[in-house]
């Protein structure tokens, strides 16, 4: 009887480590490789107006300028926002618009360096997508402000990968 139980345990341990090692259990705790969502496909290393920046563009985005007394902003869409729905830009001037999302859920603020600078990233949550902002304090009171959101977490992932080759030049 002794035996009997000790090979139903066994059994029983064996089989709850089967089911809560698989695959579905481990990509619950790990992070996704997936390459379709992990990258952005062919991109163009593109000037960043005439701020002495770069960034790797999707050539499924395009980048627009908007000029103003003191700042420019470059804003990057998708050319297809049916499918793509998430927006990027970044502010290069001294004062920029720290505001993030309507309807906030919750904020998570961090500090660090980028760009070789100091920098504070601003992630919100709202019920419909996400929001990181970045803030970079460059020299002689000027800042440069980074912020993308997406409705999805692919898009987001995209869009964070893109940010995230800004260099200078």
Same mark, same amino acid.
Do not use: P, R, W
């Given at each position: 009887m002794q035996k009997l139980t000790l090979l139903i345990f066994s059994v029983s341990v /064996? &089989? +709850? +480590?089967?089911?809560?090692? &698989?695959?579905?259990? #481990?990509? #619950?705790?790990?992070p996704n490789t997936n390459t379709s969502i992990l990258t952005f496909g062919k991109s163009v290393k593109t000037n960043i107006g005439t701020t002495g920046f770069t960034i790797d563009l999707p050539e499924s985005h395009k980048i627009e300028e908007k000029t103003g007394s003191d700042f420019n902003v470059?804003? /990057? !869409? &998708?050319f297809d926002t049916t499918y793509n #729905?998430?927006?990027a830009g970044i502010y290069f001037g001294p004062e920029p618009d720290e505001h993030g999302p309507a309807n906030i859920v919750s904020?998570?603020?961090?500090?660090?360096?980028? +760009?070789g600078k100091?920098?504070? !990233?601003?992630k919100y949550t709202t019920e419909k997508y996400t929001w990181v902002e970045t803030v970079i304090d460059e020299s002689e009171g000027k800042k440069i402000q980074t912020w993308y959101f997406a409705f999805n977490i692919s898009e987001m992932e995209k869009l964070r990968q893109m940010m995230n080759t800004i260099s200078r030049k």
């Open positions: /064996i &089989s +709850l +480590l089967h089911f809560s090692c &698989s695959e579905d259990a #481990k990509t #619950k705790n790990e470059y804003y /990057i !869409t &998708s #729905k998430g927006e904020k998570e603020e961090s500090t660090g360096m980028q +760009l100091q920098s504070k !990233t601003v």
